[in-house]
């Protein structure tokens, strides 16, 4: 790899990791560059999930220290993703398509949008039985099989489902949702490891990044608490529609 291109990962995985431990959507930055670099679209999807593993294990640590973290409860959220996680790597082939761009810029401003509608939390302190509701764990199958495919935009849909369906608070949210990144990239990474599709160099050099970012990231989400995480997922799903629509 040409030296140049060691401090322009680097960069673009320190934005990368910074935005998927408050929000999500920091792949749509990655991927491409990889691609732009030369790497094949399944190599690009590959090697991306080093940088996302390293991310993930520096954000957990970040929380942990931030004294918010909860494991076995993430745990159990996670258990739900790993069969669609290990499924989606092994049909990821071919990556993205002019309908499946459409398809996911529309989703990802509609998820945004609903996290603005506010919950009320009175009414879920009497009714929490009810509203967690086991919808949940089909949910974190299909989102454990999004994520094992592509990657791209998966905290987005983790966010959404744990927010709306199980009600939580976006620190809480953020907590959960990189243990349950780390869970399901792991398989997936070794589906694309076994089957030729890792660029060592390229994956390790963006992952020094994101390890970087996530870790300041995670505080960020702790400190600032919900507006602040409303304010980045605005800003990253805005992103990265606007980045998959261009790409069209």
């Keep these: 790899m040409p030296l140049e291109h060691f401090p322009v990962l680097i960069a673009l995985g320190m934005a990368a990791g910074f935005l998927n431990a408050i929000a999500g959507g920091g792949s749509i930055l990655t991927v491409p560059a990889f691609i732009f670099l030369g790497l094949d679209g399944a190599t ?3 090697s991306n999930r080093i940088a996302v593993i390293a991310q993930s294990l520096s954000a957990i640590l970040s929380f942990r220290r931030e ?3 909860a494991f076995r409860q993430s745990a159990r959220y996670a258990l739900f993703t790993l069969p669609g996680g290990i499924l989606g790597a092994l049909i990821a082939v071919n990556l993205k398509d002019e309908t499946f761009r459409i398809i996911l810029s529309v989703l990802m401003i509609l998820i945004v949008l609903t996290l603005f509608i506010p919950i009320n939390r009175r ?3 009497i009714e929490t039985a ?5 919808w949940i764990y ?3 199958l299909g989102i454990g099989l999004y994520g094992g495919f592509l990657q791209i935009g998966v905290g987005f849909l983790i966010m959404s489902a744990l927010y709306h369906i199980e009600r939580l608070d976006l620190v809480e949210v953020n907590m959960h949702k990189v243990f349950m990144m780390l869970c399901f990239t792991l ?4 589906v694309f490891l076994f089957s030729g599709h890792i660029n060592w160099i390229y994956g390790l ?3 020094a990044g994101n390890a970087l970012g996530a870790w300041w990231g995670a505080k960020v989400s702790v400190k600032g608490g919900e507006k602040a995480i409303r304010i980045m997922v605005a800003a990253a799903a805005v992103l990265m529609a606007w980045k998959l629509l261009q790409s069209m």
Excluded: C, H, I, Q
């Excluded at 009810?130 to 086991?134: E, I, L």
């Design 130 to 134: 009810k509203t967690k509701s086991w």
């Design 187 to 190: 398989p997936a990474f070794l």
């Design 44 to 46: 690009a999807n590959g």
């Design 205 to 207: 050099v963006l992952a």
């Design 123 to 125: 009414t879920e302190k």
């Design 67 to 69: 004294k918010r973290a």
């Design 138 to 140: 089909p949910s974190l």
